[in-house]
């Protein structure tokens, strides 16, 4: 029975809670930068318009896409796509050269639960009053801190749900809707559940997600070289650990520079002891860096015992930042991103689709001329209108009908009927037809589009 015992202990042993430490440094400095401009750029972006639009918004029931005054259609769903392979090949350039630098400093989840750590930490205090907290039994303080805690983090999940859901609706739209209780099922939906996703991950979860749910702490070993910078223990240098005073003898003592303190787990986000080597768990956040400088500075002792280094640093080995892979990434991200802008800043802001009439082939008219009747569908992808001059290219005896006038609004849809004449002795059975729109303001603006003219066989 006991060893069964045992066993059920092992496998459903639960995870003690991690309470981390606050730390001052040029690391915490970076992370504290970094979730400001992160999340300022969440949070701010939605309420930023260019040229007359939400700055970035994801408008999917009229198919556009707004991004930072351009103008995305579903026909630009090729630059969406290397987009996500440019976001795809930087994670992995990054994770060449720096390790798990995305994680520890950018990573939504790490930047998350820096915000619901600072709250926590502000109505709590610090790790040893938080659990101290935990620990004492239940009474009017703990039942006020513990309810001010849940009402911070419910308000920030609940504005980080409703901005979330402003990149799909129109923010002011929303927010509007939000106050008169107008919102949509759909709306209220993702509201609630990014919402609860936020709290459930930032707030409760924190560190689990990061050790047990994130695929990308198992497959970043698959990136990872002698040369990829990580954040290391000089074993060396550290062993054997042990508590000293500072005017001790380590020769004497037989002491490394670790003083034992601990300090280095009590600042890690996931509560892992760095001095047991390189672990999945380890999001390269830096904490312990920065704690352990501090204790080396007061021991008078070098800076670096856990440092930012690479395998073959700590070997004694020259280490190499350019290494075959890394240009591999970097020139094909550098052509990937190159490509993308070209291709963006180049593209016509015009869309052009030729239907055939289903209805009749091809009509004979008593002047011997024969008629082809098509639909011409027209999308103007710039942000100001224009009237649009429809003509045919390379034969005269072809005389173009359009009805009503081509003129579109800004980022308008429209169908046009186009009348087609030509006389009979131009050609038999089959003829190839370039038809050529451009814009009367702005001729560079310009498509050219191909059908088929029938005409009779014999």
């Known amino acids: 029975m006991s060893q069964k015992q045992d066993t059920a202990d092992t ?4 995870e003690p809670k991690v309470y981390p430490r606050d730390v001052k440094g040029k690391f915490a400095r970076l992370r ?7 999340l300022g750029l969440y949070y701010i972006l939605p309420w930023v318009n260019f040229n007359g639009h939400q700055s970035v918004l994801f408008d999917l029931p009229a198919r556009k896409f707004y991004i930072f005054g351009l103008t995305f259609w579903p026909q630009d769903f090729i630059f969406l796509t290397l987009m996500l392979i440019i976001a795809g090949l930087s994670l992995f350039f990054v994770t060449a050269v720096a390790g798990r630098l995305w994680c520890g400093y950018a990573c939504p989840q790490t930047v998350w639960t820096e915000v619901f750590l600072w709250m926590e930490r502000w109505v709590e205090g610090d790790r040893a009053k938080r659990i101290k ?3 004492s039994p239940w009474n009017a303080n703990k039942i006020f801190r513990k309810t001010a805690k849940q009402v ?9 749900g409703f901005t979330f859901v402003g990149f799909f609706t129109p923010i002011r739209e929303l927010g509007h809707s939000v106050v008169t209780l107008q919102m949509g099922p759909w709306e209220t939906f993702w509201l609630l559940f990014y919402s609860f996703a936020t709290y459930g991950n930032a707030g409760l979860l924190r560190e689990q997600v990061c050790k047990y749910m994130c695929p990308y702490a198992r ?28 005017s001790d003898n380590l020769a004497e003592k037989k002491l490394g520079d670790c003083i034992n303190c601990t300090l280095c787990v009590q600042v890690c986000p996931t509560g892992i002891d760095i001095r047991e080597g390189l672990q999945i768990e380890c999001i390269a956040c830096a904490a312990c860096i920065d704690i352990c400088d501090q204790v080396m500075d007061k021991m008078d002792y070098d800076r670096g015992l856990i440092s930012y280094t690479t395998e073959h640093k700590m070997g004694g080995a020259e280490s190499h930042v350019f290494r075959p892979r890394i240009w591999v990434y970097l020139i094909l991200l550098l052509a990937l991103i190159a490509g993308v802008l070209w ?14 009439d289903r209805n009749a082939l091809y ?14 569908k027209l999308i103007n992808m710039d942000f100001k209108a224009h009237r649009y001059n429809v003509e045919v290219l390379g034969n005269e005896d072809f005389v173009l ?4 006038e081509p003129v579109l609004e800004s980022e308008e849809v429209g169908n046009f009927i186009l009348r087609i004449q030509a006389p009979e002795s131009v050609g038999r059975g089959s003829l190839k037809v370039d038809v050529r729109l451009s814009t009367m303001d702005e001729p560079v603006i310009e498509r050219v589009v191909s059908t088929r003219f029938l005409l009779p066989f014999d």
Request: positive net charge; hydrophobic residues 45%; proline residues 2%.
């Open 11 to 14: 496998l459903y042993r639960k």
């Open 32 to 38: 504290k930068l970094a979730v400001v401009v992160l």
């Open 133 to 135: 907290l935990d620990a």
């Open 152 to 160: 911070l983090w419910i308000t920030f999940a609940l504005w980080t």
């Open 219 to 246: 497959f970043q070993s698959a990136m990872f070289d002698k040369d990829t910078l990580v954040i290391a223990y000089d074993e060396k240098r550290g062993e054997p650990r042990g508590g000293r005073r500072k």
């Open 343 to 356: 291709s963006v800043n180049n593209r016509v802001l015009l869309r052009a689709e030729l239907l055939r």
């Open 363 to 376: 009509r004979e008219l008593s002047d011997n001329r024969v008629e082809n009747v098509y639909t011409l």
């Open 401 to 404: 009908f359009v009805s009503p």
